[in-house]
């Protein structure tokens, strides 16, 4: 094992040691399944949360998605985006123009880096159209290390890469395993969540944007 990697993993392991975080997404809980994984004490349940941790990342986890009908429309909270390259971003931003599908990933989930080229050929011809992906890292590194790690990935995307180093979007979207994937419109409500990834998904992502591109 690297240094790199141990850095991740030590990372990781401090996070699943803390007490689970107070959602601040408003009226949108997640999907049925979901839940948030308790903090633990001791080093002892501190490795076991790590190796659960890393077991999901690794296989992937069970998938569902949930398309949300209008009297659930919750609005998205108004977040920041860094990216890996250090550029700033708000989902204000995009309101009113663009639909926005915010795609959770590890470096470490074998079903996270499948899905980006799916989402890489979404990008490409939609994004035009007015589809923004942005691809959030999981693994609570900044810019500088998470760069490092990117030639070890199968593809290289041309959507923004986010970093999230103090874990703060995925608090805010109550993130438990990646991949996850969040829909906003371009009234800025929550209109579609998947957990997971599989090919069959594909369909009903294409679907969804067409149908929001519309609006």
Known sequence: MDLLTLHVLLVKRERFRREAPVSVYGSFSPVEG??????????????????????????????????LTQPQYPQAPDVGFISVDGENSSLSDYRGD?????????????????EMSFLERLHNGYGGRGLIILG????????????????????????????????????????VAAPLTIMVAK???????HKGYEPEVESEYVQVIEKLLAE
């Not at 663009?98 to 499948?114: A, D």
């Open 34 to 67: 979901e839940g948030m994984l308790a903090g633990s004490k001791g080093n002892k349940k501190g490795f076991v949360c790590l190796f659960a941790f890393l077991v999901i990342f690794a296989v992937g986890c069970a998938t569902s998605s949930k398309t």
């Open 98 to 114: 663009s639909v926005v599908l915010i795609n959770f990933w590890g470096l470490g989930c074998q079903s996270c880096t499948e």
């Open 136 to 175: 959030v890292n999981t693994d609570g590194v900044d810019g500088t290390l998470l760069k490092k790690f990117l030639p070890r990935l199968p593809l290289e995307v041309s959507y923004p890469l986010i970093v999230d180093p103090d874990f703060s979007l995925v608090d805010t979207f109550e993130v």
């Open 187 to 193: 009234d800025g409500t929550v209109r579609y969540r």
